[in-house]
Each structure stands twice: as structure tokens, then as C-alpha cells.
């Protein structure tokens, strides 16, 4: 029994310990697509003004 | 583009739901008491906790439960790699409908704006983030695990391509190709873009870009073919990361004190300059195509080279040892080619040994 606990003590452990640095891999993820998504804005709101400022010209 | 941000519960929400399940226990022991010695509701849970039996029964209960979560946050770890892939490929499209007044209008606005900055730092944290999983995951009894994790790491590459292109003055252009191309799990759209990119680069680049790799060129022997030297700063680069981590992972005072021990050591500071030596030659000749081929604005290959740094940047304080991280990767990425590699090969193998001093 006593095993049979650490052994399962121990799977409980690395799973969490798995879990924990897939978290940050997929936080780094989710942080570096929502800045593509506001680089991406940000050259079309760019791309519009600068239509706009050579059409008054 | 689909508004779709992968979510998955945090270990808080496993904890709350066993939480949940206390929760009677905790009720009875708030009870219990008058309000005067009445505990905070965090440290009854925290006390009941320690003193509730551990059985195999509840144990296996609970790897379930942490097994769904781990399965779900692989499912969110493709489904955001995914993402990535559509949201640049929208960016290709745009840029490459760029006049090249258009693109450095936007570069300029973007750079005052601080994002292309930003956009560096986050994919070093992605690059650091892929590195430490790769690391941690990469033995795991979970293949699934170890699959979801190299896929990532194909993508990785080209993560940083495109604000590091930018940075060095590859432009909108440049910068998206050098994303494209240091990705190796580039999606069906996202290869279109780059096929039609690259068509308007210089014909030497596409000579460069449609070459395969051929060692006979190397004139090297056998056993210093390029994947063979390729392979064993790789795996030095690897005791090296683990002997740095080791560095981090000290108290602040001893980490200080072994950082500047590592600065001031006259071999340290060799092989830093003889790792520096051929980069600087690659930056410099790199710069010089540029000029030499303002439609290409970058040199495309430097750009993915110098993008690997970036996961490295940061790690350590002393300008000696980032100059060595940094002249060890621009050299492993400059495709184990010439004297570089072998310059590589044995400095990475003396910086080993010299971190292993310090660390042991």
C-alpha cells in the first residue's frame, strides 16, 4: 500500500510539475499571438494613414 | 480571423474543485469554534489539508483530474501554434501588398511606437518557454506530450524572425520572409507567401533559398562533416544551458559572485573574443549585402541566425558570458559551415569546462 502511494504520490508530482511548464509555454504563446494580432492592427491603421496623408497631398 | 484564445484551468481551478469538496469539512470545522478563535478560512483548509489521509483511492482521483488538464492544455498549446500560423500569414498578405514608401512609413511608426520591441521580448519568452519545456518534457512517458512539444519548437524558429528582421534593418519585407523561412512547420499559406516573397528577392537569394545543403562543398572530412559538428555544439549547447540554469538557480549573492568570477577569467574572456571574432565578420558581411541589395533589405539568413540569441538574451547579466552565448548560437545557426564551426566547436567544448569549474 505504502508503494503503492509513492508510486502514485510521485506521478501526481511530475504531472504537476509537466502541467506548470506547459502553462508558461502555452502563456508565452498566447502573449506573443495577441502582439502579432496588435502588430498586424498596427500596419493596417498605418497603412490607412498613410493613404490618407498622400490623398490630402 | 477567428477570435479564439485557447483557455485551460489553472492548477487554482484543480485545487478549487478539491477545494469544493472539503468545503463540508471546513464548514464543520468553522462551526466548531466561537468567532473569537475562530481561523481563517485559508488556513483551516490549509490544516484540514495536511491531516486528511492520503490514499491510493484519492491520489488516483486527483492524477485524473490533472490528467484532463494536461491533455487540454496540449490541445491549447497546437490550437495556439495554429493561430500563430493564420495571424502571420494575414501579416504576409498585407505586407507584400506594401509599396516600399508604405513599408517604411509603417516601420517607422511601429518602431516609435515600441513595438517592435515588444514583439523581440515576447518571442524570447516563447523561445525561453519552449526551451525550458523542451527540456523538462522532452523524456516524459507521455508521447503526445513530446510530439505537441517539438511541433511547437518547429514554429519557434520563426517566431523572432520577424521583429528581429525588422530590427536590424530588414524591414517589413525582410523581416516577414525571415519569419517564414526560420519556421519549420510553416502552414500551406503561409509557404504560399513566402514562395511569392521570394520571388522578388535578388536571384542570388534564390539561388541561396532553392539550394540544397551539399556537404561535398564543405570540403571537410567525415567526421567533421557539417550535421556531425552541427550535432556536437548542439549537444555542448545543451550542458552549457544546463550548467547556466544551474548559475540561475543559485542564491543571488553566490550568482553574483560567480558571474563575475566567470567575467573576469582570462580564458572566459578568450573565448568570448574568439566566438565574437567570426560573428562580427558574419554581421558585418550580412550589412554589407544589404547595401549591396536594397530589394532583399536584409540579409535573410543573418536575421534567422540572430534570432536564436534572443531566447539566450537576458539569462545572465555579464556582457562576457552573453557575448559567448551570443557568438555560440550565431555560429551554430550560420549552418556549420567554414573555419566558424570549428572556432564553434571548440570554444563551446573550453566555456563547458570552464562553467563546470565554476559550478562544481
Not at chain 2, 511547437?152 to 517566431?159: A, D, E, F, Q
Not at chain 2, 530590427?167 to 517564414?180: E, K, M, P, Q, T
Not at chain 2, 550542458?239 to 580564458?267: F, G, T
Not at chain 2, 562576457?320 to 555560429?331: Q, T
Request: with cysteine; proline share 4%; glycine share 6%.
Amino acid at each position: 500500500m505504502d508503494h503503492d502511494i509513492h508510486t502514485l504520490r510521485e506521478k501526481y508530482d511530475r504531472i504537476l510539475l509537466e502541467n506548470e511548464t506547459l502553462r508558461e509555454l502555452n502563456d508565452a504563446l498566447r502573449e506573443y499571438n495577441a502582439m502579432l494580432k496588435e502588430f498586424h492592427e498596427a500596419i493596417i491603421v498605418e497603412k490607412k494613414r498613410y493613404e490618407i496623408m498622400h490623398d490630402d497631398h | 480571423m477567428k477570435e479564439h484564445f485557447p483557455t485551460s484551468p489553472t492548477s487554482t481551478e484543480t485545487k478549487q474543485q478539491s477545494d469544493e469538496q472539503s468545503g463540508v469539512v471546513i464548514d464543520d470545522a468553522l462551526n466548531t469554534t466561537t468567532p473569537l478563535e475562530r481561523e481563517a478560512p485559508e488556513a483551516v483548509l490549509a490544516r484540514l489539508q495536511e491531516k486528511t489521509p492520503e490514499t491510493p483511492e484519492t491520489l488516483a482521483e486527483r492524477i485524473d483530474s490533472i490528467e484532463t488538464d494536461h491533455e487540454r492544455m496540449l490541445d491549447d498549446a497546437e490550437a495556439l501554434v495554429h493561430e500563430q500560423q493564420k495571424i502571420l500569414s494575414a501579416i504576409m498578405s498585407d505586407i507584400e501588398s506594401l509599396s516600399s514608401d508604405e513599408q517604411e512609413h509603417i516601420e517607422q511608426e511601429l518602431e516609435k511606437k515600441g513595438i517592435i520591441k515588444k514583439m523581440q521580448d515576447l518571442a524570447a519568452r516563447v523561445v525561453h518557454a519552449h526551451e525550458h519545456a523542451h527540456h523538462e518534457l522532452s523524456h516524459t512517458y507521455n508521447e503526445r506530450t513530446v510530439n505537441v512539444v517539438n511541433f511547437v519548437g518547429k514554429c519557434v524558429g520563426g517566431v523572432s524572425g520577424l521583429g528581429v528582421g525588422m530590427a536590424v534593418g530588414g524591414g517589413l519585407f525582410g523581416g516577414a520572409v525571415a519569419a517564414i523561412a526560420g519556421s519549420k512547420a510553416g502552414g500551406y499559406g503561409l509557404l504560399k507567401s513566402f514562395d511569392r516573397m521570394a520571388k522578388k528577392l535578388p536571384e542570388t537569394w534564390q539561388e541561396k533559398l532553392r539550394k540544397k545543403p551539399a556537404s561535398a562543398e564543405m570540403h571537410m572530412s567525415p567526421e567533421q562533416s557539417p550535421e556531425m559538428l552541427a550535432s556536437t555544439i548542439e549537444r555542448t549547447q545543451l550542458d552549457i544551458s544546463e550548467k547556466i540554469d544551474r548559475i540561475n538557480h543559485l542564491d543571488p549573492d553566490k550568482k553574483q559572485r560567480v558571474l563575475e568570477k566567470l567575467a573576469q577569467d582570462p580564458r572566459t574572456k578568450d573565448i568570448a573574443e574568439k566566438l565574437m571574432k567570426p560573428t562580427n565578420k558574419y554581421r558585418e558581411f550580412w550589412h554589407g549585402f544589404e547595401k549591396k541589395y536594397p530589394t532583399a533589405s536584409l540579409g535573410l539568413e543573418f536575421v534567422t541566425h540572430v534570432s536564436i540569441p534572443l531566447a539566450t538574451k537576458g539569462m545572465l547579466d555579464p556582457i562576457v558570458v552573453e557575448k559567448i552565448l551570443l557568438g555560440l548560437e550565431s555560429v551554430l545557426a550560420g549552418g556549420a559551415s567554414e573555419k566558424m564551426t570549428a572556432i564553434a566547436v571548440a570554444e563551446a567544448k573550453a566555456f563547458k569546462q570552464k562553467l563546470l569549474a565554476f559550478t562544481s
